[in-house]
Nanobody
């Protein structure tokens, strides 16, 4: 079983920065894809950024402002968020998809952390 715990959310003014952290525990070995998602009130959850190995992908809305990174030794994934905008306000979730030995994807979610950007 895998447990994920996000931290680092909070209230920040527009133009400010925050760094979100996702700490993993349990059996996370194997090929994986890690993503940061967000869900604003009344909207669907959307993928913001993902990392697989050293390859990263970003939604167009955050390109150039957000950076996803990982520390395998610490079992941590980070989302550095710069130049924050009120539209970035949402609950941010960490997601790990681990491919098991039978080539089956297993998806795990954290509990989420609130990010609020004031104008």
């Amino acid at each position: 079983q895998v447990q994920l715990v996000e931290s680092g959310g909070g209230l920040v003014q527009a133009g400010g920065s925050l760094t979100l952290s996702c700490a993993a525990s349990g059996n996370i070995f194997g090929r994986n894809v890690i993503g940061w998602y967000r869900q604003a009130p009344g909207k669907q959850r959307e993928l913001v950024a993902s990392i697989s190995g050293s390859s990263t992908n970003y939604d167009d809305s955050v390109k150039g402002r957000f950076t996803i990174s990982r520390d395998n030794a610490k079992k941590m994934v980070y989302l550095q968020m710069n130049s924050l905008e009120p539209e970035d306000t949402a609950v941010y979730y960490c997601n790990w998809v681990i491919i098991d030995v039978f080539n089956r994807p297993n998806s795990y979610w954290g509990q989420g952390t609130q990010v609020t950007v004031s104008s």
